[in-house]
């Protein structure tokens, strides 16, 4: 499985920014893909998820109202998702990683990293 994240760059805050993942690999349409993001001085937090078939989007509370996550399950083996960041703030400064999770049972069985991508809030 391969995570190919892009769309990071410099925006004012109050400002809007898609990030978009390409993920590929065998069976990527069965796996939850995720955004975390590592702002400076704090841990990864987790950001959104979306379930295999896109029903299923939470959105952390941090972000609530103001982030949405997406789906675009071209086929089997390619998925794209998508972070719509809106009324964004200074707090929103981080690397975003794209993360794939295929759980069984509740259980993580495998999970994959993309490199991650650049976001910087600053007027």
């Known amino acids: 499985v391969q995570l190919v994240e892009s769309g990071g760059r410099l925006v004012r805050p109050g400002g809007s920014l898609r990030l978009t993942c390409v993920a590929s690999g065998s069976g990527i349409s069965r796996y939850h893909l995720r955004w975390l993001r590592q702002t400076p001085g704090k841990e990864r937090e987790w950001v959104t998820a979306?379930?295999?078939?896109?029903?299923?989007?939470?959105?952390?509370d941090a972000v609530k109202g103001r982030f949405t996550t997406s789906r675009n399950n071209m086929n089997y083996d390619m998925n794209t998702v998508y972070l719509d960041m809106n009324a964004m703030t200074v707090g929103d400064t981080g690397t975003y990683f794209c993360n794939a999770v295929l759980a069984r049972g509740g259980e993580k069985v495998f999970e994959y990293w993309g490199q991650g991508t650049q976001v910087t809030v600053s007027s």
């Open positions: 979306v379930s295999p078939d896109g029903s299923d989007a939470p959105v952390a």
